[in-house]
């Protein structure tokens, strides 16, 4: 059983930052592909960004390009979201996701096989 936890999600105000990590445990294996999305209630999920290793990034959405940036630590089974310059318009729950075999799928955030239970990140104008 693979399981997922993100942390790092709060309120904020415009212009701040936030860094969402997302630890996934529970099977021993070495290399995740991992990634990141969000969602409103009654709206559809947007993509962020997947990664496969330290500089491996396979999708990055251009809505947050040049304000959010990916990361992973795989020692630690680990990836990182840091999100700088936040705008109302970010508000949203934030979704890790994580896949235990690599593939084309591993570029498409909504294809990885688990999920975390997501973190809440508000942004107020």
């Known amino acids: 059983q693979v399981q997922l936890m993100e942390s790092g999600g709060a309120s904020v105000q415009a212009g701040g930052s936030l860094r969402l990590s997302c630890v996934v445990s529970?099977?021993?294996?070495?290399?995740?592909?991992m990634g990141w999305f969000r969602q409103n209630p009654g709206k559809e999920p947007e993509g962020l960004a997947t990664i496969d290793r330290p500089g491996g990034i396979l999708y990055f959405t251009d809505s947050v390009k040049g304000r959010f940036t990916i990361s992973q630590d795989k020692p630690k089974n680990t990836v990182y979201l840091q999100m700088n310059n936040l705008k109302p318009e970010d508000t949203a729950m934030y979704y890790c996701?994580?896949?235990?075999?690599?593939?084309?799928?591993?570029?498409?955030?909504?294809?990885?096989?688990?999920r975390g239970q997501g973190t809440q990140v508000t942004v107020s104008s």
């Open positions: 529970g099977k021993a294996y070495s290399s995740y592909c």
């Open positions: 996701a994580a896949d235990t075999k690599y593939g084309d799928h591993c570029a498409r955030p909504f294809s990885l096989t688990y």
